[in-house]
C-alpha cells in the first residue's frame, strides 16, 4: 500500500531564508510524487511533480524537489522564502501502474513566513 | 487557462437531507475524481471516474454516495442522506488521460451538516 508521510505539521522561516519541507513515501511499485499547495480559501495547485524522470525537478515559484530513491523521500525546498509562499502544502503520491491514478496525500505542512 | 469550477463554494444543510456537489472539469478531461478534506485532517480520494462509470472508490464512498455525469460537462458528487461526519471541503479534480497526467483540482466546496 502507498503512504506519504510528511515529517513536519509546521514550519516558519523568515523572509529571505531557505525553506525545507520534509516528505517520505512508501510505494511498492514506481510512484509518481507531487507536491501541491493550498492558500487560505483556494483550492489545491500542483507545484511540482516527478514521473521517473530527472530525479531533480523544477516546479513554479522558485520550487523544487529531489526525489531520492534510496531514502524514500521527496523534501521540497526553496532558497529564498517570500511572504506569499505562506500556505498549506502537501505532498501526494500515486501509483504508476494505476491506470486510475487516485493520489494519496500527506499530512500537509503548514508553512509560515516571518517578515 | 482553463479550471476546474465547483458550485456552490459553501453549502450548509440538514443531517438527512440530500445534496448535490457540482463540478465542471476542464473540457477535453476524461478522468473525474472527488476527494474531501475534513477540517483538520488530510486531503482523502473518494471515487474516480472514466468512460461514463466509476473505474475506483474508497470505503468513505458507501451506499450513500453516488457519481454522475449527466451531460458533457458536468460531474456531480451527491449525498443521499448527510450525516454530521459528512461535513467538509470536497474538492474535484480532472485530468486528460494517462498514468503520467497532473489532475487539476477545483476551489472545492466547504459542506456543513447540521
Known amino acids: 500500500a502507498q503512504s506519504v508521510t510528511q515529517l513536519d505539521s509546521h514550519v516558519s522561516v523568515s523572509e529571505g531564508t531557505p525553506v525545507l519541507l520534509r516528505c517520505n513515501y512508501s510505494?511498492?511499485?514506481?510512484?509518481?510524487l507531487f507536491w501541491y499547495v493550498q492558500h487560505p480559501n483556494k483550492g489545491l495547485q500542483l507545484l511540482l511533480k516527478?514521473?521517473?524522470?530527472?530525479?531533480l525537478v523544477k516546479g513554479i515559484n522558485g520550487f523544487e524537489a529531489e526525489f531520492k530513491k534510496s531514502e524514500t523521500s521527496f523534501h521540497l525546498t526553496k532558497p529564498s522564502a517570500h511572504m506569499s509562499d505562506a500556505a498549506e502544502y502537501f505532498c501526494?503520491?500515486?501509483?504508476?501502474?494505476?491506470?486510475?491514478?487516485?493520489?494519496?496525500f500527506g499530512q500537509g505542512t503548514e508553512l509560515s513566513v516571518k517578515p | 487557462e482553463p479550471e476546474v469550477t465547483q458550485t456552490p463554494s459553501h453549502q450548509v444543510t440538514q443531517m438527512g437531507q440530500e445534496v448535490i456537489l457540482r463540478c465542471v472539469p476542464i473540457?477535453?478531461?476524461?478522468?473525474f475524481y472527488w476527494y474531501r478534506q475534513i477540517l483538520g485532517q488530510k486531503v482523502e480520494f473518494l471515487v474516480s471516474?472514466?468512460?461514463?462509470?466509476?473505474?475506483?472508490k474508497s470505503e468513505i464512498f458507501d451506499d450513500q454516495f453516488s457519481v454522475e455525469r449527466p451531460d458533457g460537462s458536468n460531474f456531480t458528487l451527491k449525498i443521499r442522506s448527510t450525516k454530521l461526519e459528512d461535513s467538509a471541503m470536497y474538492f474535484c479534480?480532472?485530468?486528460?488521460?494517462?498514468?503520467?497526467?497532473?489532475?487539476?483540482f477545483g476551489p472545492g466546496t466547504r459542506l456543513l451538516v447540521l
Open positions: 516527478y514521473t521517473s524522470a530527472a530525479t
Open positions: 473540457s477535453n478531461h476524461l478522468y
Open positions: 479534480a480532472s485530468k486528460v488521460s494517462g498514468t503520467w497526467e497532473t489532475q487539476y
Open positions: 510505494s511498492s511499485y514506481s510512484p509518481s
Open positions: 501526494v503520491v500515486s501509483d504508476l501502474n494505476n491506470q486510475g491514478g487516485k493520489l494519496i
Open positions: 471516474f472514466y468512460n461514463n462509470e466509476i473505474s475506483e
